[in-house]
């Protein structure tokens, strides 16, 4: 019922999967929506360079997604990478660019 594919599999997929069928999902679909946000997100932490003005802005997306997340999935908890990403906005202001780390 999983799939089960490495990390960079999984990141192609989802990278693609706009492309994909994004013209068959209905407009407004909220769980569609919030994976658009999570790819936004995905964007801006693995981006070699980041605007310090847009961690404000990654902040939010990290919010809005997780408390959307926990309102579409209401019996599914928050994962700890989910979480973790709520650290990254201060991690990058700290040290730059988290994948030049």
């Known amino acids: 019922s999983n799939l089960h594919q490495h990390a960079m599999q999984m990141w192609t997929l989802a990278r693609f999967l706009p ?3 994004g013209h068959i999902v209905p407009e407004g ?3 569609w929506e919030n994976f658009l946000r999570l790819l936004d997100i995905m ?3 693995f981006a070699r360079c980041i605007p310090t003005e847009l961690c404000g802005y990654l902040e ?3 919010s809005d997604h997780h408390s959307t997340f ?3 999935y209401p019996n599914v908890s928050i994962t700890l990478k989910m979480h973790s990403m709520v650290h ?3 991690l990058i ?3 730059g660019p988290l994948i030049n780390h």
């Open 70 to 72: 926990r309102s579409l």
């Open 93 to 95: 202001m700290q040290f």
């Open 60 to 62: 939010s997306l990290i």
């Open 88 to 90: 990254m906005p201060r």
């Open 19 to 21: 492309l994909a069928i």
């Open 43 to 45: 964007d801006v932490l």
């Open 29 to 31: 679909n909220e769980y």
